[in-house]
């Protein structure tokens, strides 16, 4: 499972690869998974994909490989997109285009200094 952030609240979607290989991600951050997805795959360049799987399924490790002909599902728990965080699309995309494929990394703040993820009643300088 992967969870950006430690939140209880979080809403997990889901990442579905061929109809098969499913894990659970917060939808926070599989919307950024999916902007970074859908621009390789828009420009026809097949990488890796992995992510470490929650202790409930068993833990380990499991890795894709993600190219155009895949058969992709983002299915979301909430019905609102959240906030993009420029910063962590571009920390993800840089990932991607590594020999090691993509991977989750944690959420970085964005160009205002604070979280994308933050409340902005927390914040009233936003």
């Known amino acids: 499972m992967l969870d950006a952030r430690s939140s209880e609240e ?10 098969t290989v499913k894990s659970e991600i917060e939808d926070r951050a599989l919307t950024h998974l999916q902007l970074v997805i859908t621009a390789k795959l828009r420009r026809a360049e097949p990488f890796s994909f992995s992510w470490r799987e929650d202790a409930s399924v068993g833990g380990g490790r499991t890795t894709v490989w993600i190219h155009p002909a895949s058969s992709l599902v983002f299915k979301y728990f909430g019905s609102r997109q959240p906030s993009i965080n420029r910063a962590w699309v571009e920390a993800l995309a ?8 993509l991977h989750m990394v944690p959420e970085p703040q964005d160009a205002s200094g604070v979280p994308a993820s933050a409340d902005p009643a927390d914040h009233p300088h936003l």
């Not at 979080?10 to 109809?19: A, D, L, P, Q, T």
């Not at 840089?94 to 494929?101: I, K, L, R, Y």
């Open 10 to 19: 979080s809403r997990m979607g889901k990442f579905i690869y061929e109809g």
């Open 94 to 101: 840089f990932t991607a285009n590594a020999p090691s494929g």
